[in-house]
């Protein structure tokens, strides 16, 4: 069977308005390495790649994150995290033994400051609130894409043909497609940060 590349994309603002320059650290307040960069937590079932991100200020890393986060096939700027899926398989033999092992890969960005003062401790603890929620929401869709295709397979297994298998397919990965959509839904009509959600101008984000 084809291997069919599915990205899933994920919501977060692509474009947001120009914010002013956060002032320079005073001594006060200059970032020495703490609170330390929150560092996202293993994903079952998933793989975690990092895109760099650069800058000592929050529009430089605004900037940083919009010039080097995913972009679809026309330039534009998918997500500042995103999840994507695929799945691959060999020869259907017979339906109860089909193997369609689905690959889940979530694109963070990855911010590594010099803890030398030149950053606020203000702008690290906004960056790890930022990591937090854009971790929250891709696991949101990890968790999708795993449990559907988990059902689907289950669901493949009792069918009685390899063409069968074969006609299902397309309807599993619709299914995956809305259901990622109606998380997003869900997040759009209840935003919240904690569950993966911000409004534009978030702390500045
Ligand atoms: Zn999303």
Redesign the pocket.
Known sequence: MPNLPNP?????PTSIPKPKSTPKPTPDTRWFGEPGIWQPPDIPGARIEYFTVSGSTQWELITSLNANSPKNPNGEIV?W???AWEHSGGTCYSPRTVDLPVDVVVTLPRWTPLPDGTVDQDLVTKWNALQQTIYV??V??VKIDIDDWTAAIDYIHQLSSCQAVINYIPTAEQKIRDD?DA??AR?KADCRPEI?CFPRGWLGW
């Open positions: 899933v994309a994920h919501v977060l997500g995290g995103v999840a929401h891709e949101g869709h990622n998380y997003h997040l993966g």
